[in-house]
């Protein structure tokens, strides 16, 4: 919880306050005024809950790209096994696997519309 958060919540209990004495005496002013706190004070909660929610996010992204990362290394891991597991030994051919996707790739890429 930030600092808004927490002067936030404090006005608006304030503004609680001062309206609920101003209705009970009769004071206008100390009414509307406490109207004006409990509003201010809600606005800067608000802002503080969400500069609370980016900073989760902006905390939790690395741990996100961090798996990101290791789950593509371990698809990559898995292709290759899969692949190496169906041409064998044969690593010209492996090779020559390799080369034949890459260029049938360029060759979509080239081909699509822009």
Do not use: C
Not at 61 to 86: C, G, K, S
């Amino acid at each position: 919880m930030n600092e808004d958060r927490v002067i936030g919540a404090g006005k608006e209990l304030v503004g609680k306050g001062e309206r609920g004495i101003g209705a009970a005496i009769g004071n206008d002013r100390l009414q509307a005024d406490g109207i004006v706190d409990q509003i201010s004070g809600a606005v800067q909660n608000s802002f503080g809950q969400i500069t609370d929610a980016i900073s989760n996010v902006v905390d939790a992204t690395p741990v996100l790209a961090a798996d990101a990362a290791d789950q593509a290394r371990r698809l990559v891991r898995r292709a290759d096994d899969a692949l190496y597991d169906t041409l064998g030994e044969n690593r010209h051919v492996y090779v020559m696997a390799g080369a034949v996707a890459l260029l049938a790739v360029a060759i979509l890429y080239a081909g699509r519309e822009r």
